[in-house]
């Protein structure tokens, strides 16, 4: 049984930082590409930041330079380190697993960016 678990989520203020982290189960990690999505209330599920299963990373535009996703293998735990966080990151933040005829969703852990 496949479960991606979340963490870390909360509220900041306009400026301050949070690290989410997806402990995974059930799956490699490292044979994962492994996502963090977003998305707001009504708006669509956006990818923030991705890794690849061999380690390669991309962002979305409007997080670069501010989030950082990392992986630990060993602990089998994906994070995302949000820094200069604005209002407009509040959102659900999901972790997501993947590899050909598999995809898996964690629960979500919700960020709110608010003075």
């Known amino acids: 049984q496949v479960q991606l678990v979340e963490s870390g989520g909360g509220l900041v203020q306009p400026g301050g930082s949070l690290r989410l982290s997806c402990a995974a189960s059930g799956i490699i990690l490292g044979l994962y590409a492994m996502g963090w999505y977003r998305q707001a209330p009504g708006k669509q599920r956006e990818l923030v930041a991705a890794?690849?299963?061999?380690?390669?990373?991309q962002y979305v535009d409007s997080v670069k330079g501010r989030f950082t996703i990392s992986r630990d293998v060993a602990k089998n735990t994906v994070y995302l380190q949000m820094n200069s966080l604005k209002p407009e990151d509040t959102a659900a933040y999901y972790c997501?697993?993947?590899?050909?005829?598999?995809?898996?969703w964690g629960q979500g852990t919700q960020v709110t960016v608010s003075s």
């Open positions: 997501n697993a993947g590899r050909t005829g598999r995809n898996y």
């Open positions: 890794i690849s299963s061999g380690g390669s990373t």
